[in-house]
Structure formats: C-alpha cells, structure tokens
C-alpha cells in the first residue's frame, strides 16, 4: 500500500509536488484560458511564459463518456506537453458541478473515471470542486463525502493520484474531511480567492496551521480581473506558502476582459513573478 511518503515522493521526481528550498511554480487553469478540455490550452500556456497548464475533463459527454475520456486525446496532451515543454500540472473533474459528490451516486463514477485519466496523463493532482448547490453545508455532507473518498483514495493510490479538495469550506472542515476518509492521498487544494471571498477565512492563518503536507496545489486569483486590485493580500500570502515550505504548483485562475485574454493573463503572471523575486 502506498503511504503519503511513497505518493509525494513519486510527485516529487515528476516535478509536480515540490519540498524543501526549491521554487513554487506558476500554471495557468484551462477554463480561465477559454479551453475547457481543449489540449490546445497546453501549447497557449506554454506561450504565455506559464511553469504548467492545470486541465480539466469536460462536462459534454461523449456516448455517456467525459470528452477527454478517449487515448486519442490523452495522446494528444502528452505530445503537446513534450512539444511545448510544459507540464500537465493537475486535472479538475468538473462533471461535480453537475453531479455533486455529496448527494449523486454518478458523482462517484466520475471520480473514478478521473482518477485513471489523471495517471493516464503522467499527473498527481486531481482536483475535487464542491460549490453552489454541490457545497459542502453540513457536517452530515462533510461526513458522507469524507467516507466516499475513503473508498475512492484506494483507487487513486493505487495510480499515485492525490485528490484535492477544493471548496467553500475552513482549513479545520477540511481536515475533518481528510480524518475521516483515512487516505493520506486526500489533501486540500486552497484557493486564496475562494477563503477570502466566500468563506471569509484568514488565508495567511489557514495557510500557515495547514502547513505544506496538508496541501496538494493552490489556486490564485482576486477580483476584480488583474491580481493585486481586490483585497487579498499576495504579499503576505506568498510570504506564508514560503514560510511553510510549500513549493508545488500555484496555478492562476483568474479571469480576463473580452478580447485581452493574452495580454490579462501575462500581466497577471508578472504581477505573481514579480512578488516571488
């Protein structure tokens, strides 16, 4: 059996999971790139000066089938990614904001589908959203989803996937999910607009008790669209994800004005850049 040393260290050698003094990494979602499940998202984040490209598996199913579920396109993605030299840091299974994890059993089939793409696309890092209606408002939910994962983590430790919870809940819920599912490949993927917009959590304070085992990536982003213009604080934020030794992948999410997309995203990159030199 895999243990969360065995599963870091493999992430580790792949580049994607970074301990130690070396440097965090900056990547770009898929979605805020206007390429949802598109493996052309890989070569315009190569272009734009992005460290890797964060995907997701679509929710327009193909013959009851996630779009990216097809090795044509799995191919595809590893060819674009050699090419281009930059890797597939993450995958999103966005069908859970159709099918919630917490209430709809086909939400479990997704995952499973997801969990073996993800190894399919040499990756760790699978991302699991739980929002609007699909958000985690109980403990009663918090509980059942906790126990879901516990069987669903075997699965993904079998491959090397971790599986990242991204939602509108506190550092402390989070956690209690974790210990209740068992699985030392289920961890937080924290999202510093979401803490601060949503749930109105001290990100500095979350970031620093959760430390850098307890998270597997993190998404940047503020409103309104360029970095630094909202009220989260990046330089202290920062400051912290270095304190506690976190060197993954922090991937943008942020959003870009009608027809500025290329421009938006390379000044919101500079904007990171230049507070982490």
């Known amino acids: 059996m895999m243990t969360r040393r065995s599963i870091l260290g493999a992430a580790v050698a792949a580049g ?92 479990v089939r997704w995952v499973a589908d997801s969990i073996r793409l993800t190894a399919a696309l040499r990756t760790q890092v699978l991302l699991l959203p739980f929002f609007s209606r699909n958000a985690l408002k109980t403990e009663e939910e918090r509980n059942y989803v906790g126990d879901v994962l516990r069987e669903l983590a075997v699965e993904a430790k079998k491959v090397g996937v971790v599986l990242g919870l991204e939602d509108e809940n506190s550092a402390e819920e989070n956690v209690r999910i974790m210990d209740r599912a068992r699985a030392d490949n289920v961890l937080v993927y924290y999202d510093v607009g979401n803490s601060t917009n949503i749930g109105g959590y001290d990100v500095v304070k979350e970031l620093r008790w959760l430390g850098k085992d307890r998270i597997c990536q993190l998404h940047l982003k503020d409103k309104p669209v360029f970095l630094g213009e909202g009220k989260i604080q990046f330089a202290l934020i920062l400051q912290a994800i270095r304190d506690i030794g976190f060197a993954g992948f922090a991937n943008l999410e942020t959003d870009s004005r009608p027809g500025f997309l290329e421009d938006d995203m390379r000044r919101n990159l500079a904007y990171i850049k230049n507070y982490m030199s």
């Open 16 to 107: 994607l999971l970074r301990a130690g003094n070396e440097r965090l990494r900056i990547g770009i979602t898929d979605w805020n790139l206007r390429l949802t499940a598109n493996p052309e998202a890989v070569r315009l984040a190569a272009r734009l000066g992005f460290d890797g490209i964060q995907m997701s598996f679509g929710q327009k199913l193909i013959d009851g089938r996630l779009p990216t579920d097809d090795p044509a396109i799995i191919a595809s993605y590893l060819k674009l990614s050699a090419e281009a030299g930059i890797p597939i840091d993450g995958t999103c299974v966005d069908m859970l904001h159709v099918n919630g994890l917490k209430s709809d059993k086909l939400a």
